[in-house]
């Protein structure tokens, strides 16, 4: 239960209610989320059985895990995992930080003050502020450096067990709220409608990456949660039951979401500020508004919160196994490097710092396309040298003995291993291809 609490806990995060109805509203709705659910079942549920395989065979963060069952070349995707998890953190923290402002201004009773045509511009105002978003970044990492170096992750657990049915019971409850809505039909035709002409290559890949980011697999999150494990906890049952989690809340924050932006008129595909913008409106006008905007961000922070420290941990646990470090160093220093390279994010919306020329790697900020490196290539890329390595690189035995271990979803060993074998690899490397144009 710890461990499934833990992995659900990395999981669920601002990936889900953030991250995924942003990209499905830039991406048009439907076919996006189809193509997705897609990526989620048929590689990115096979690729968490083989993170928390590798990580409970032999209880080691990815580096050490990849030097343990077979080395050589293969430690490079460790390395990856280290790097993707400093560059996504960095980022992460920013938009948890907006999080954290928003709980604030509920708390402080403003959101229902404004009423929604003033709560509007907050978002703006919020993203173009410097200031803001460094105080909040940099007090976010102080609180993820603070939980993973003292330990206090047990705690974290425990209130993970409320926290995390009570977003779940947030979510439900503003759902019913949105069934009341005038714009709910076309939210739902939106998202679950089929609409083909809106999808492009560029989607395609932004789903399979936000599979990987939205599970957090690819780096070596689950990997090292998977390491904590005990050889009697049941691996493909708990991967099943994470993957069945995090993507009903995703689809719940949608649903949640779109009515909302449909009523009031909103842009579907106006990008990051989405959930920021559609929230406050919408409990600007319910009753207890300022309770419900509150909680719903608090809950927001924290789910932030559990995700982030998975991401530290990553990096805290190679400089802790492979340098011998103490916990306190290796978060403290890790913590400070991730905070460092998060300021250009958070300088006044990722814009400025070192020029355009500089700012517009892939002809986004860089923000954005910190967010595209790590989500779109380091994750898909992560997760195709964990598959080729568990399917065709570790020896059979241990990798059968291991999946056997303490399962009751035995059966699908063969059909596990020849979708990791064979599926997998040609989807990532399909999709990669046809987003360079290749394909
Ligand atoms: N899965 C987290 C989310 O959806 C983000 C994350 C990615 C966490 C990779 C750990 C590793 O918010």
């Known amino acids: 239960m710890g461990f499934v609490l833990a992995a659900a806990g990395s999981a669920v995060g601002l990936g889900n209610i953030w991250k995924f109805p ?17 990526c989620i079942v048929l590689v990115g549920l096979p690729v968490m059985v083989a993170e928390i395989l590798l990580g409970r065979t032999t209880q080691k963060s990815p580096v050490g895990a990849f030097k343990a069952l077979g080395g050589g070349f293969w430690v490079v995707f460790g390395w990856l995992g280290l790097l993707a998890g400093f560059v996504i953190l960095s980022y992460y923290s920013v938009v948890a930080g907006w999080a954290m402002h928003y709980t604030y201004l509920a708390l402080s009773g403003q959101i229902v003050e404004l009423g929604p045509e003033g709560v509007k511009p907050i978002f703006g105002a919020l993203f ?3 200031r803001l978003n460094l105080f909040w970044h940099l007090l976010f990492m102080v609180i993820t450096v603070a939980v993973v170096s003292g330990g206090v992750k047990k705690g974290i657990e425990r209130w993970a067990r409320i926290l995390m049915p ?6 439900l409850i503003l759902l019913v709220n949105a069934f009341t809505m005038d714009g709910f039909a076309r939210a739902f035709d939106f998202v679950f409608g089929f609409h083909a002409e809106s999808l492009t290559a560029a989607g395609v890949l932004e789903a399979l990456g936000h599979a990987f980011f939205t599970l957090s697999i690819g780096m070596g ?15 493909v049952s708990s991967a099943v039951m994470i993957s069945i989690l ?10 949640v979401l779109f009515p909302i932006i449909f009523t009031f008129g909103m842009e579907a595909g106006s990008g990051p500020g989405l959930v920021f913008v559609s929230i406050p409106i919408a409990m600007s006008q319910m009753p207890a508004g300022s309770f419900f905007a509150f909680v719903f961000f608090a809950l927001l922070v924290f789910a932030a919160l559990t995700s982030a420290i998975s991401l530290l941990e990553v990096v805290a646990s190679y400089m802790i196994d492979e340098k011998g470090w103490s916990r306190l160093k290796a978060s403290v220093v890790s913590g400070v490097v991730v905070a460092i390279i998060g300021v250009p994010s958070a300088l006044s919306g990722g814009t400025h710092i070192f020029g355009d020329g500089f700012a517009s ?21 992560g997760g195709l040298g964990i598959s080729l390595f568990t399917a065709w690189r570790v020896d059979d035995a241990i990798r059968h003995r291991e999946f056997l271990e303490g399962s009751r979803l035995a059966v699908f060993y063969k059909g596990w291993l020849l979708v990791l074998k064979f599926l997998v690899p040609v989807a990532i490397v399909l999709v990669f291809l046809h987003a360079i144009g290749i394909v």
Do not use: Q
């Not at 689950?222 to 049941?234: C, I, N, W």
């Open 166 to 171: 009570a977003l779940l019971g947030l979510m």
């Open 22 to 38: 942003y990209i499905t509203g830039v991406n048009g709705g439907g076919a996006f989320v189809l193509i997705y659910l897609a």
């Open 246 to 255: 995090d993507t009903a809340i995703a689809l719940l924050a949608c649903m």
């Open 221 to 235: 999150a689950m990997l090292t949660y998977g390491s904590y494990l005990d050889r009697s906890d049941d691996i």
């Open 361 to 381: 790697v892939f002809g986004m900020n860089w923000f954005d396309s910190f967010d595209y490196l790590a989500s779109n290539w380091l994750l898909p890329l």
């Open 128 to 130: 173009a502020s410097t």
